[in-house]
């Protein structure tokens, strides 16, 4: 049987000579000898010890001052992921909203009391009001009780539709106002709008799974003024300020034709996503993804189409986008690079050829001083010789029946009859046959507007 071990307390010249550090084995030993011998008269080997801790470890940060406290109360009353895939937990994230607050006024509580300055003036008239009691009102608490309870149930926040994103209550989509004045600069006029919201989180050796709200927002004053900007912070209300007032800080401007349209048809890319995007004419409208009618409508763009190919990513097509409007060449540009007159045809104005930009130099190359594989074509010039994907169309169902047969033979005669008028306005100037020239009085009859100018012309 092992002999007891005994724990005494040492007098103070033992107790430095047991934790000495060049003291050792040797020390205990001379500390254990001069330990008295016990009543009993047998010797028991005795271990030395303090008689308060001379060693104190001290840990001078923690995670109860780093987190806050909406993170500390969800750490103790959530639930985690593997318990939510059980089904534990369902009505922990309902909050019940009560304001209890309400029916509340500063200054009276369960002991009626006048304060002046609080819940009373000060002065009335020239006489001034002093502190004293008013009788209890028994009723108080009833009524606090009642309004508390007739607030009901939580419900979900109600936007007016002007105010709503692109899926109701949702914040993508969603004004979140003009940026923050920077010094005695303002941001008058401007509306920032949020693209993309999403939670995003990363792991530390400390705190674990860190998690932070990630806004991409994009602003702009409707007048061909636009910025766009990315911004994370642990609070919703954080992530908007810091993304509006950033992209605030990184504005572009954007040219547009008549201040409706973009300059030109013109392809861009970032990365996997492609954008094809055309100019339309006044009235059209915005027939693109509603990531980019949402940039156009920052930009001031109303007229446009664009399709998108590939990869549908929000921070992918606003950097591609972006990226083709600044990279859009004006009419005289184009005019100087290819050295030719920029002729437009335009539907409304009955394809009517209109030149809109020459050289500056003046200087023209002729038929014969341009290459036969030299690209004129201005919309597969801009391109870069890229094709939209179209899909194939299939033939309506009722080509195939007889009846459409007979609708197709009795527009054969008048087909095609818009078209060869408008080509002749186009090349002749007027409407006529082969026999007109021989036979002038069997001329066709021209529109009152075109024989005006013709009288017009002749009286000059």
Same mark, same amino acid.
């Given at each position: 049987?092992?002999?007891?071990?005994?724990?005494?307390?040492?007098?103070?010249?033992?107790?430095?000579?047991?934790?000495?550090?060049?003291?050792?084995?040797?020390?205990?030993?001379?500390?254990?000898?001069?330990?008295?011998?016990?009543?009993?008269?047998?010797?028991?080997?005795?271990?030395?010890?303090?008689?308060?801790?001379?060693?104190?470890?001290?840990?001078?940060?923690?995670?109860?001052?780093?987190?806050?406290?909406?993170?500390?109360? /969800?750490?103790? %009353?959530?639930?985690?992921?593997?318990?939510?895939?059980?089904?534990?937990?369902?009505?922990?994230?309902?909050?019940?909203? /009560?304001?209890?607050?309400?029916?509340?006024?500063?200054?009276?509580?369960?002991?009626?009391?006048?304060?002046?300055?609080?819940?009373?003036?000060?002065?009335?008239?020239?006489?001034?009001?002093?502190?004293?009691?008013?009788?209890?009102?028994?009723?108080?608490?009833?009524?606090?009780?009642?309004?508390?309870?007739?607030?009901?149930? !939580?419900?979900?926040?109600?936007?007016?539709? $002007?105010?709503?994103?692109?899926?109701?209550?949702?914040?993508?989509?969603?004004?979140?106002?003009?940026?923050?004045?920077?010094?005695?600069?303002?941001?008058?006029?401007?509306?920032?709008?949020?693209?993309?919201?999403?939670?995003?989180?990363?792991?530390?050796?400390? !705190?674990?799974?860190?998690?932070?709200?990630?806004? !991409?927002?994009?602003?702009?004053?409707?007048?061909?003024?636009?910025?766009?900007?990315?911004?994370?912070?642990?609070?919703?209300?954080?992530?908007?300020? /810091?993304?509006?007032?950033?992209?605030?800080?990184?504005?572009?401007?954007?040219?547009?034709?008549?201040?409706? %349209?973009?300059?030109?048809?013109?392809?861009?890319?970032?990365?996997?996503?492609?954008?094809?995007?055309? /100019?339309?004419?006044?009235?059209?409208?915005?027939?693109?993804?509603?990531?980019?009618?949402?940039?156009?409508?920052?930009?001031?763009?109303?007229?446009?189409?664009?399709?998108?190919?590939?990869?549908?990513?929000?921070?992918?097509?606003?950097?591609?986008? !972006?990226?083709?409007?600044?990279?859009?060449?004006?009419?005289?540009?184009?005019?100087?690079?290819?050295?030719?007159?920029?002729?437009?045809?335009?539907?409304?104005?009955?394809?009517?050829?209109?030149?809109?930009?020459?050289?500056?130099?003046?200087?023209?190359?002729?038929?014969?001083?341009?290459?036969?594989?030299?690209?004129?074509? $201005?919309?597969?010039?801009?391109?870069?010789?890229?094709?939209?994907?179209?899909?194939?169309? &299939?033939?309506?169902?009722?080509?195939?029946?007889?009846?459409?047969?007979? &609708?197709?033979?009795?527009?054969?005669?008048?087909?095609?009859?818009?078209?060869?008028?408008?080509?002749?306005?186009?090349?002749?100037?007027?409407?006529?046959?082969?026999?007109?020239?021989?036979?002038?009085?069997?001329?066709?009859?021209?529109?009152?507007?075109?024989?005006?100018?013709?009288?017009?012309?002749?009286?000059?």
């Amino acid at each position: 049987m092992a002999a007891p071990v005994r724990l005494v307390c040492l007098s103070l010249p033992a107790r430095q000579l047991c934790f000495h550090p060049t003291a050792g084995l040797r020390g205990l030993a001379v500390a254990a000898v001069s330990v008295r011998k016990p009543s009993d008269g047998q010797q028991h080997p005795a271990l030395c010890g303090a008689s308060s801790p001379l060693v104190q470890a001290i840990r001078h940060t923690s995670f109860f001052n780093r987190l806050t406290a909406e993170q500390l109360w /969800k750490g103790v %009353t959530s639930v985690s992921n593997a318990g939510k895939k059980q089904g534990r937990g369902k009505g922990v994230g309902k909050k019940i909203a /009560k304001d209890l607050n309400r029916g509340q006024v500063i200054g009276i509580g369960r002991e009626n009391m006048v304060w002046p300055g609080l819940n009373a003036p000060i002065l009335r008239g020239r006489e001034l009001i002093q502190q004293h009691q008013l009788p209890k009102d028994e009723e108080r608490e009833a009524k606090l009780i009642k309004i508390r309870d007739s607030q009901g149930k !939580f419900r979900m926040l109600k936007l007016d539709p $002007l105010e709503r994103g692109w899926s109701g209550t949702k914040m993508p989509g969603r004004s979140i106002g003009a940026p923050n004045a920077i010094g005695e600069d303002s941001f008058e006029g401007f509306d920032t709008k949020v693209l993309e919201l999403k939670v995003v989180t990363c792991m530390t050796a400390v !705190f674990g799974r860190k998690r932070r709200m990630s806004i !991409f927002a994009v602003t702009g004053n409707g007048n061909g003024l636009a910025g766009f900007a990315l911004s994370k912070a642990t609070t919703v209300q954080d992530a908007i300020r /810091k993304v509006k007032n950033r992209a605030g800080q990184k504005l572009l401007h954007i040219q547009r034709y008549n201040d409706h %349209t973009v300059l030109h048809d013109f392809f861009t890319q970032y990365g996997a996503t492609k954008i094809y995007v055309k /100019k339309m004419p006044e009235g059209y409208g915005l027939v693109c993804h509603r990531a980019i009618r949402t940039i156009c409508e920052v930009v001031g763009i109303k007229d446009l189409h664009a399709k998108v190919e590939g990869i549908c990513n929000v921070q992918n097509m606003t950097k591609a986008f !972006f990226l083709g409007l600044i990279n859009q060449k004006t009419h005289q540009q184009l005019a100087n690079e290819k050295k030719l007159h920029l002729v437009e045809f335009r539907k409304e104005q009955l394809n009517f050829p209109k030149v809109v930009a020459s050289p500056e130099d003046s200087v023209v190359r002729t038929r014969a001083e341009i290459p036969q594989e030299e690209e004129l074509d $201005l919309t597969r010039y801009l391109m870069g010789g890229r094709v939209q994907l179209q899909r194939k169309k &299939y033939p309506p169902p009722y080509t195939k029946l007889y009846s459409y047969e007979l &609708y197709l033979k009795s527009l054969a005669v008048r087909r095609n009859k818009e078209k060869v008028k408008l080509d002749m306005l186009v090349h002749e100037g007027e409407v006529k046959s082969f026999y007109t020239d021989k036979y002038p009085e069997c001329r066709p009859m021209q529109p009152k507007s075109l024989r005006q100018e013709q009288h017009q012309e002749v009286d000059a």
